[in-house]
């Protein structure tokens, strides 16, 4: 088939397979697209020769880096010894152990390709892992563990699988050479990554300084980041997994280059990288449901190997590897126990281990490694070993993935979670209801909002009074519309209190408005609008869709005000203009500054034995907040009008921004929000900063 014909298929069906997926929830979206491949390569003959080569580059490398960009830091450092042990040391005990019990209970393969494919199978999918924690709550350790070593696992899977293979064709192996070459690809591979990162890094801040802003060069060039290390690693024949795991782990040091007014930039660039890391995440798995029908074919037809027996060797392939994992496990589980010196808390428990050695799930990697192995070996003869070991793969690739699928459910449902050997953030088994990593979006994003209040709080001072204000009303009616979308009758006492204050705060200030205009002397067109306007508030404050209405009135209460000063002033003398507009401004500042000491006294007559006196209080100062800026507004009208304060504006509501993605940070490090969770409110805040800078331009 056509290239381009196979692409837009594959491109449809990763498409379908989510859609089906959004209907069979209980089946992860990895183990759907798999299924749909092997529908179109029986019933649409779809084949996708797979050439390890190329797909190390296209899907490997930026899977390999968005997943390295995004994982947490402190995650990583607190957990680089097992994360190293079980990409580098299980690997090569894999290799051996598998090997041996591998030869040992199928004899049809040889010892040397044993080891090969022990050496093939012994890396995880990081993928596949992460489709199936979607459908069960996989303790967070795991998770985390899981995810580290499969960023680099790869590199050293595929140096065993090479030199495995090797010794089998040739009848050759070299320990010192395969260390060496080992130890070079990784050595390299770290310097590249590091390098190329820092140098393109570079490029970047310098093409901004110059005033190169171009979203599209500066999206491409990110996006083409991880094959250009690829490729430049494997050109010195390095590792070119480890070269762009080191480059994902560099951009989360680096200093961000795209805040404030290059934030177009970075949202454009994390659209189109969510793009293309669904697509090829998808296209993985169609690919490998493509390829497993062909690859299976070959064994299944061959006459001197029984079908049944093809089976049970699968299954006994997959519980060697299965046996090592879990055995490992629970031995460095130990080991870090007696380091802790037997604390009780991180004492090993067995169930974890097997949780563990449950969720090494092969997946897509392992197929393309076990297709390059040749058709013939280097006399010229056939190599017929070759089906078996590929049927054999792609048995256990599958075997993993369903096993996972129907065992994981059963270990973690349970009332509360596994509570994992060392991992400080569960020390104690948590309900499932009231789970810390299981933080709604919506309490996360009020963490995020209280974060930028209580940043603004603090710098809060005599010279930026005004400016701060008008940014707390704005991040505190973001708070609100919060608590209004959470669970209403959890807040329902809050919204009454809060309802009733303001339309007692309204009531007074129009009560002192009619008292002062009369001595004002304005022109009853003036006093009706104005009247009108007050009007317009009560009603907001009194009305059932609470703030949502309010907003909606208040820029009415917005636009009624331009129609008096815009519109009936522009066609009046210019003196009485000026006057009626100062005997305005007198009213709003006089009607308001009586109704803030109403709300003073208030505040003081409070019970503090009330019940609800912490909530009355908080109210009412946030109220009395409300009218301070109010007047201060109206004092300051051409401060506020001027391009400095704007500008400090500007700096204030960057600042504050700034603190909200700190708090997505502590979240995400503390567990209680995903990566993907991450994602979205950082692209929310994103938005609102793109929105905030271009609404200024405009204006």
Known sequence: MAVLEATILLIILVILSNIISHYLVAIPTALIEIGVGVIAALFLHLDIELQTDWFMLLFVAPLLYSDAKH???????????PIFANAILLVFLTTIAGGLLINLFIPQVSLSLAFALAAVLSPTDPVAVQGI????????????????????????????????????????????QATGDFIYMTLIGILIGYLVSRLIYLIQRSLLRQGIQDVILHSSLQVMTPFVIFIMAEIVHASGVIAVVVAGVMAIQQEPLFRG?????????????DIIIYLLNGIVFVVLGTTLPYAMRGAIIDP??????????????????????????YTYMWYDFFKSKGDT??????????????????????????????????????????????FLASGVILTSLLVAVITLPIFTKQKKRLVLTGDESTKEAIDDE???????????????????????????????????????????????????????TSNAVY?????????????????????LLPKLELPKKIERNYVK???YKRRAHSSNFKIMVQQSLYKAQKKTKRIVYQTFFKRQPEKFQLDNIKKITLLEVKSSEATLDMLKECQDDLDRLDKYFTVKYNILNQLMMEYTSKIHRIQHYRLVQEVSYQEIYQDYFLRALDEERGMIQTLLEQGRISNTMANQLRQGINYSETSFLQTNIED
């Open 261 to 273: 007014r290059f934030s177009e930039i970075k949202i454009v660039t994390n659209r189109l990288w």
């Open 304 to 329: 001197t190997i029984n079908n049944a027996l093809l089976i049970l060797y699968v299954i006994i392939t997959w519980l060697i590897l299965m046996l090592i994992r879990t055995l490992w496990s």
């Open 533 to 535: 306007m007050l009007e």
């Open 133 to 176: 924690a979607e459908q069960v709550k996989l303790p967070k350790r795991i998770l985390t563990l899981i995810s580290g070593e499969s960023l680099i696992n790869d590199a050293s899977g595929l140096i065993a699988f090479k030199y495995a293979l090797a010794a089998f064709l040739t009848g050759f192996f070299s320990l010192k």
């Open 495 to 515: 919204y009454e209190l809060e309802s009733d204050y303001r339309c007692k705060a309204a009531d007074f200030e129009t009560k002192k408005v009619l008292e």
């Open 434 to 488: 009231n789970d810390s990593s299981q933080l709604p979006e919506i309490e996360a994003r009020k963490l995020m909002t209280k974060r930028a209040i209580q940043s603004l709080q603090q710098e809060l001072s005599d010279e930026n009074q005004l400016i701060i204000n008008d940014i707390l009303q704005d991040f505190d009616k973001q708070l609100r519309f919060l608590y209004l979308d959470d669970d209403y």
């Open 71 to 81: 994982f947490p830091k402190k995650e990583l450092w607190e957990l680089r010894t």
């Open 345 to 390: 808390q991180r004492k090993p428990k067995f169930s974890v281990a097997v949780l563990t050695g449950l969720t090494g799930v092969r997946g897509a990697v392992t197929m393309a490694m076990v297709l390059s192995i040749p058709f013939f070996l280097p006399d010229g003869a056939v190599f017929q070993e070759r089906y078996l070991i590929i």
